[in-house]
């Protein structure tokens, strides 16, 4: 059983930053792709960015310039570096991973207000 858990959520001023972690119970490099989506009160989840096994990344447009995924094999473990947080970034942030299944963790909540 794949379990995804993410971590590094939380309130931060507009402007800020913050650094989501996702760690996967298994070795990451079976999934041929893993990413963050995210999930606002009364909005349909959006993708926010993925990044393959060969490490091809691909993001939403509202945080291209402003967000980085990366993934660290040793560790099991895809990051989602924000900068230049704002307000509209602030949902509930979800960690994908899909090899001949899709697995989703239980979120990480952002919020950017002042």
């Known amino acids: 059983q794949v379990q995804l858990v993410e971590s590094g959520g939380g309130l931060v001023q507009p402007g800020g930053s913050l650094r989501l972690s996702c760690v996967a119970s298994g070795i990451i490099s079976r999934f041929y792709v893993m990413g963050w989506y995210r999930q606002a009160p009364g909005k349909q989840r959006e993708l926010v960015a993925t990044i393959t096994h060969h490490n091809i990344t691909n993001y939403g447009d509202s945080v291209k310039g402003r967000f980085t995924i990366s993934r660290d094999s040793v560790k099991n473990t895809v990051y989602l570096q924000m900068i230049n947080l704002k307000p509209e970034d602030t949902a509930d942030y979800y960690c994908?991973?899909?090899?001949?299944?899709?697995?989703w963790g239980r979120g990480a909540q952002v919020t950017v207000s002042s």
């Open positions: 994908d991973a899909r090899d001949r299944d899709e697995y």
